[in-house]
């Protein structure tokens, strides 16, 4: 049987994850379900055998606020492994989240082959930074740098510096104002986590970092968890940061978007100064198909018929004529007639998100056929800029 947990039911589900993964919980600080979580589980009779847990976010994508399914806490007792728990789950799980208005779901996987096989697909990418503190040169700034401490909480030059990256990139969470609760927790004196908001000579919030100290065989690094900037002065105001600590620390580590020019910012990356790596960051699935053909930004103006494959989700799985104008779409429309491509849906969502350029996809990606050559693919599918910073 699979169906929704009741919230009567949430200490087993807690204790079925740490039980799969062999994490000690800790039953004195267990809370219960926030609005906005849902649980799913298959059970043998009575007896729970795999639940996962989906959290309601609102993400960015071009232009709009859409509703995004985070998916969470997926696990199997050992002994119910290879039974179709997590399987059934998200058979059910994936048409709800469609009736219920969802336009996305997102999530970090073990395999990214096992969760392609329920639509999902490789989005986000990152650029992750060590930077060598003895060699880092940032210009001189005329702003200044603030340590948020307890009652000092600087909240909305935080939201602020958010808000720029949350209205620029697809798939970044749009912070609630309960969100920052992490914010009253803060003191760096007795937890030794250091948040830093960087203030313009004009008292404009540019940037700001959250981080630790990390001991290594080598030195101490510091490893930012949160390191936000708007702007290229935001981003050397960290730097000039970071390059005061130099004495005690080895490295800065953090990461950023993978805009290519970014790679630029500083002036030095030669001579071991930094080290680049491209991490993945989860995997997309398009819920409803349709609203986000809506609410997607096109190139230009065309038309284009999709084919799009979705065995989970019944009304997706159709063909869609989009015409767009000015970057819009003018209708979305089911049809009959031939497609200019067939998409399976994890192939659609990880191009409608923005992952790369479509002449790139087609070549390279699976899950695609090309029945008619055409301008409009590359009009619909193209690179867009891409993050996200929060886990679930």
Known sequence: MIRKLTPEETPRANELFAIAFEQPMDRAAAQPDEEGFTRWAALDGEEMMSTLSVTDFMVHFDGHACKMGGIGGVATLPQYRRRGGIRGCFQAMLPDLYANGYDFSYLYPFSTAYYRKFGYE????KYHAAVDLALLTPPEGKGTLHLIEQGDLQKEAVRAIDAAWENRYNMMVRHRAEDYKWLEKQD???KQEFTYVYWAEDGTPKAYTFFRKEARDDGQDLV???FFFIDREGFFGLMGLFKSLSADHRLVKFSIPTATAMQYLAPEWSMGAATWSLRGAGMVRVVNVERVLRKARYMG????VLRIRDPQIQE?????AIRFSEGRAVSVEETQEAPDAVLSIPAFSALISGVCDFPDAAEWMDGIEICRRTD???QVFYRKPMMIVDYF
Not at 301 to 304: E, H, I, L, V
Not at 316 to 320: G, H, I, M, V, Y
């Open 122 to 125: 490789c989005c986000v990418q």
């Open 376 to 378: 409009a693919l590359s």
């Open 316 to 320: 997706n799985d159709r063909a869609f």
């Open 301 to 304: 103006g065309g038309s284009a």
């Open 188 to 190: 760096p004196a007795v």
């Open 224 to 226: 930012c968890s949160r």
